[in-house]
Nanobody, 117 residues
Framework: QVQLVESGGGLVQAGGSLRLSCAAS????????MNWYRQAPGKQRELVAA???????NYADSVKGRFTIARDNAKNTVYLQMNSLKPEDTAVYYC???????????WGQGTQVTVSS
């Protein structure tokens, strides 16, 4: 079992920046792929950024060049740096961990990001 706690969401003007953090309750070194998803009202949850245990990174096309995912294994924490925010980035952002052994997914409670125009 892994508990995930997100923080760092809030209200920001378009063009601004936020950094989301996801603190895991146990070591995520080697054994978990870590992902950030988001869900806007009336829309399906979508994958925003992913980093696997080997450090490979992928981004949704909509955030490439603006968002950066990083993991600090010593702190059991994953970050999502969001720059040049747009109103369409408004959503609840969720941290997700997937065990590379069991493929079991774990979710945080979500953090709201609101970008005003």
């Amino acid at each position: 079992q892994v508990q995930l706690v997100e923080s760092g969401g809030g209200l920001v003007q378009a063009g601004g920046s936020l950094r989301l953090s996801c603190a895991a309750s146990k070591s995520i070194v080697d054994n978990y792929a870590m992902n950030w998803y988001r869900q806007a009202p009336g829309k399906q949850r979508e994958l925003v950024a992913a980093i696997n245990s080997g450090g490979s990174i992928n981004y949704a096309d909509s955030v490439k060049g603006r968002f950066t995912i990083a993991r600090d294994n010593a702190k059991n924490t994953v970050y999502l740096q969001m720059n040049s925010l747009k109103p369409e980035d408004t959503a609840v952002y969720y941290c997700n961990a997937v065990s590379r052994f069991t493929r079991n997914p774990y979710w945080g409670q979500g953090t709201q990001v609101t970008v005003s125009s």
